[in-house]
Each structure stands twice: as structure tokens, then as C-alpha cells.
């Protein structure tokens, strides 16, 4: 009985406990992996982008700004394209019919490095992709950078035109019904200014985070904010495209990555393609730094001495009485 008792204590103080650090937002999602129809868009990071707040950047425009509460906030669906990718139609089309009358907002990163045809995307849009869903694009597509491929709210990507349910509309479906699980609340603000001094491509912005908050229960653990202005132009034409779209549309065309929750900065802008539709608009990412170990902490097991110390209590006692 007593070796019996002390097999069970070694296998007790050997493995670690583990104890649940909270959902951090994802208490929507499916409890069952494999019921899933999309991968995590951040590898082994818990996070995502909000935000949408837009500007138009028309010629004539010299002051503009927005101000917005969270829960305000449009869907963000950034698809990774190219005007050569014929899968990228079909996806596009069956996203467009998903989104219908939803309040989404499009972010189409096209193509760049090592590109022959495409001439929209940049350095900034392709170091953007990969540095979010590069790690994930990687796993699941064997690229870092792969066309068509969709992200819902930063959190939810799908690669390619296979279904992981019976068909894609099915997949975006999904996606689009769950909503980001940003904890955030309050108001972001979103400004411009263009002095008739200054040069027309260039242009004053500033932006204040400072009145979001997060509220994300007793396990809360500090969330960081990252945000983005991203210049995209509405509609470009491109015949030469091999995909036959001709004209092509929420182009993002060039980002740049926002140091504080609040300032103010000068920008030169992308030369647009052709017409006057570029917008700026203020996207966030958000994410739990370390997120790796928050879902599922291990406490330490007991030391070695712990251990002996306890086997020792159940070795039995000699009779220490002497005989004649």
C-alpha cells in the first residue's frame, strides 16, 4: 500500500499544474480547434486591428477630422491580392456577397516585392503583412506572403479557395459573425490639416487613443496599442491586369506605423494612380504581449527535497528496541 501511495505522490509533484489565465477575449470562439473554419491570423499571439477612421485626401480638403466610440468602429477585412490573381476574383466575389450590408471596412494590400505586374502595393504594405501574418501565412500556405488570402479583424485568416466547411461563403460567413474580441471601449480621434504653404502631398495629422480603455475581467493582464495610418485609394484603373478585373478597388497603397497613443505628424503622400479618391485612415492593432504563456500557465512542480521529504514520511519505521 505504502509503495502504491508513493508511485501516485511522484507522479503528482513530477508534472506541472496548470491553471487557466482567462479567455482574453476569445470566449466566443468554438471550445473544439478542429471546429474552426479559419487559423489564428497572429501566431501564438493573442491580438487584433480595429479602427477605420477615415479622412478623405481630395485636393480641395485643408482641415478634416473624426471622432469615433469603439463600439462604433467598422469591421476591418484586410485581403492580401494581385492583378494577376484569377483566385483572388473568385474570393473577392464571394466575400463581396458575404459582406453585403455589413459596416466593414476593405483593406486590399496588393503585391510588391519581387513583383512584375503589380503596380500598387509598396515596401510599407508588404513589411506590414509579413510582420502580422507573415509566421501564420507561413504554416499554413508555405509563403509569407500569399494571394488571395483574407483576414478578418486580425484575427481570423484564410488562405487560398479551399473550404475548410463545405464552401467558402461558409468559411467568411464565420468569420464575419464572431466580431473582433478586442476588450476595448471609450472614443479614438483622427485629424488632418494642409496648409496652402505647404506642399500639396504633404499633409499634418494627429491622433488620440488616450480615451480607449480595456476592461477584460479579473485576469486582465496590459494590452498594448499599435496604430497605422494607411493611405488607401478607392478605385485604379489596370488593363494590363492578367486577371481581367480592369479596375481595382480599397488599394492600400502606402502605411506608416504611429509611435504614441497621441501626437502629431507631417507626411508626404503616395502619388495616387490615377484620379483624386485617396482616404487616410487611423487602423490600430492590438495584441497581449507574452501572450504565449496567458491562456495556460503551468505552476511549478515541487523540488527534489519536497519530494524525498515526502517519501521519506512513508518508509516504515524500524523498532528501535534492543534485545538482550
Not at 499554413?140 to 463545405?166: C, I, M, N, Q
Not at 474580441?181 to 500639396?200: K, M, N
Not at 512513508?314 to 538482550?324: A, E, K
Request: glycine share 6%.
Amino acid at each position: 500500500m505504502r509503495l502504491r501511495l508513493a508511485l501516485v505522490l511522484v507522479v503528482i509533484l513530477l508534472v506541472p499544474i496548470h491553471a487557466n489565465a482567462g479567455t482574453n477575449g476569445y470566449e466566443n470562439w468554438p471550445t473544439d480547434a478542429s471546429s474552426y473554419t479559419w487559423d489564428e491570423a497572429r501566431w501564438e499571439t493573442v491580438g487584433g486591428t480595429i479602427g477605420g477612421l477615415a479622412l478623405p485626401l481630395s485636393t480641395n480638403s485643408t482641415d478634416a477630422s473624426v471622432t469615433m466610440e469603439v463600439s462604433d468602429f467598422p469591421q476591418i477585412i484586410e485581403v492580401y491580392t494581385a492583378t494577376w490573381c484569377t483566385n483572388c476574383v473568385q474570393t473577392e466575389g464571394i466575400l463581396n456577397q458575404v459582406i453585403d450590408q455589413s459596416d466593414v471596412m476593405l483593406i486590399n494590400y496588393h503585391k510588391f516585392k519581387f513583383e512584375p505586374e503589380d503596380p500598387f502595393g509598396s515596401n510599407g504594405t508588404d513589411n506590414r503583412w509579413e510582420a502580422i501574418y507573415g509566421d501564420t501565412s507561413e504554416r499554413v500556405g508555405f509563403s509569407p506572403r500569399l494571394a488571395p488570402t483574407t483576414v478578418f479583424d486580425g484575427e481570423r485568416l484564410h488562405v487560398g479557395t479551399r473550404a475548410k466547411s463545405s464552401n467558402l461563403s461558409n468559411d467568411y460567413s464565420a468569420s464575419i459573425s464572431v466580431g473582433s474580441s478586442h476588450p476595448y471601449s471609450g472614443t479614438a480621434s483622427f485629424s488632418l490639416s494642409r496648409s496652402s504653404e505647404s506642399s500639396p502631398t504633404s499633409v499634418d495629422f494627429s491622433w488620440d487613443l488616450n480615451y480607449m480603455s480595456h476592461d477584460c475581467g479579473k485576469n486582465c493582464q496590459p494590452y498594448t496599442l499599435t496604430p497605422w495610418i494607411m493611405f488607401i485609394e478607392q478605385v485604379a484603373s489596370f488593363p494590363e491586369g492578367s486577371n481581367g478585373k480592369g479596375n481595382y478597388s480599397h488599394i492600400l497603397r502606402d502605411t506608416i506605423q504611429l509611435p504614441n497613443l497621441q501626437g502629431e505628424i507631417s507626411a508626404d503622400l503616395p502619388e495616387p494612380w490615377d484620379g483624386d479618391d485617396m482616404s487616410a485612415i487611423l487602423v490600430i492593432d492590438w495584441n497581449l504581449p507574452n501572450s504565449d504563456d496567458s491562456t495556460d500557465r503551468a505552476i511549478p512542480a515541487p523540488g527534489v527535497s519536497t519530494l524525498i521529504c515526502l517519501l521519506a514520511t512513508l518508509v516504515p519505521r524500524r523498532n528501535n528496541h534492543m534485545h538482550p
